[in-house]
């Protein structure tokens, strides 16, 4: 890899953060609070959060198994996803690399922040070679995203070609976790010590039931999460999000136990599918949702949505012609989905 200084911008590397009052003062010890301009009425919301997370990052920290130095914490995946373009990408001059199809927020940063985006196709069992992406990248390549399990195809990724891009690749490598306790592959957390160019992120929006709070988790060197905190805005985490995340952590149990029972209703769900005549295809899966092929995707689409059944047509997809992505819900829901599709008539 090459060296953190190399790979970040030069604006970002030289700046300056802006320094909260939070940030000059932190201790607990104080019972008079006259240093931030805040009202001293309305307990709690009267005061500004915790800017670096402390507390939620020491249970995240015991949960995933790194340290605390080691977390970036953001108002969703996507606020993690932006700063790495703002960190890492000169506007006009780099670009990153990513397979496709894939989640479509990379790209989407990718053209805010005015960055080449350059795509690698996946082969037909939706697998990539380090190669390939190698090939596509050049001196100005600074990020590779990857997303194992990827969306929306569901599959994990090869472990040995992303270690392999980890050894090969000069630049940083982005694994999105984002359903990684769906599947049976440990997470990358594990190797950050190993690959100082790995950057894993996950997230509180979808095994932890909590999209609404919007709270991302990005796993890299601390040098790494250094930059990406010095550049967030002070308080990207409210309190009540912090409060709620610490609230979930102390519920891991019933985590788990969501977690086992859409498992096992993805498999009903699957066994069910290969009966359906409308159904010609349905892709392995390691997520909490499955990718299935049908012989009319708009159609089917249409036909549930009349029945008040929503499912993601992801037909315009790149090798994802007539495929429809159906999230795992409850046994009623699934249910309710199962027989609209037995009483489809093309
Ligand atoms: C759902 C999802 C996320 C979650 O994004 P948040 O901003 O944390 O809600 C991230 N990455 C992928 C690939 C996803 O599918």
Same mark, same amino acid.
């Given at each position: 890899m090459k060296s953190l200084k190399e790979l970040t911008r030069p604006n970002i590397w030289a700046l300056k953060p802006y320094s909260s009052a939070r940030d000059e003062y932190s =201790?607990? @010890? +104080?019972?008079?609070?006259?240093? !931030?301009? @805040?009202?001293?009425?309305?307990?709690?919301?009267? %005061?500004y959060p915790?800017?670096?997370?402390?507390e939620l990052k020491d249970m995240i920290a015991l949960v995933k198994k790194v340290t605390p130095e080691q977390i970036f914490l953001g108002n969703g995946s996507d606020e993690a996803i932006d700063l790495v373009f703002r960190a890492f990408c000169r506007p006009g001059i780099d670009n990153v690399v990513a397979i496709d199809p894939t989640y479509g927020m990379y790209q989407v940063c990718a053209d805010v922040n005015d960055v080449e985006y350059r795509k690698v196709l996946l082969d037909d069992t939706f697998q990539f070679k380090a190669d390939e992406l190698l090939a596509?990248?050049?001196?100005n390549t600074k990020l590779i995203f990857l997303c194992s399990p990827n969306n929306p195809t569901g599959?994990?990724? $090869?472990?040995? @070609?992303? #270690? &392999?891009?980890?050894?090969?690749?000069q630049g940083l490598v982005i694994v999105d976790e984002a359903y990684i306790d769906?599947?049976?592959?440990?997470? #990358? &957390? =594990?190797?950050?010590?190993?690959?100082p160019n790995?950057?894993?992120?996950? &997230? *509180?929006?979808?095994?932890?039931?909590? !999209?609404?709070?919007?709270?991302?988790?990005?796993? +890299?060197?601390?040098?790494i999460i250094g930059i990406l905190s010095k550049i967030k805005y002070p308080y990207n985490v409210n309190r009540l999000t912090q409060q709620e995340a610490i609230q979930m952590m102390h519920k891991h149990y019933e985590v788990q136990r969501w977690v086992q029972s859409l498992?096992?209703? %993805? @498999? %009903?769900?699957?066994?069910? *599918?290969?009966?359906?005549? $409308? $159904?010609?295809?349905?892709?392995?899966?390691?997520?909490? *949702?499955?990718?299935?092929?049908? $012989?009319?995707?708009? +159609?089917?689409?249409?036909y549930l949505v009349e029945k008040g059944i929503i499912v993601r047509n992801r037909s315009g997809?790149?090798?994802?012609?007539?495929?429809?992505?159906?999230?795992? =819900?409850?046994?009623?829901?699934?249910? +309710?989905? #199962?027989? !609209?599709?037995?009483?489809?008539?093309?």
């Open positions: =201790g607990k @010890e +104080a019972s008079v609070f006259l240093d !931030a301009n @805040e009202n001293p009425y309305n307990t709690p919301n009267n %005061r915790d800017p670096l997370q402390r596509a990248s050049d001196e599959n994990n990724l $090869c472990r040995k @070609e992303i #270690l &392999t891009l980890l050894e090969k690749f769906f599947s049976d592959e440990p997470s #990358l &957390t =594990g190797d950050l010590k190993q690959y790995l950057i894993v992120f996950q &997230t *509180f929006s979808k095994a932890w039931g909590c !999209a609404a709070i919007r709270l991302g988790m990005a796993f +890299a060197s601390p040098d498992l096992n209703e %993805r @498999e %009903r769900m699957i066994k069910e *599918f290969a009966k359906l005549s $409308c $159904c010609t295809h349905i892709y392995p899966t390691d997520a909490n *949702f499955f990718l299935t092929k049908v $012989c009319n995707a708009k +159609a089917i689409y249409d997809i790149t090798l994802c012609q007539d495929c429809l992505r159906i999230t795992i =819900g409850t046994r009623p829901e699934n249910d +309710a989905l #199962l027989e !609209a599709l037995r009483k489809y008539k093309p």
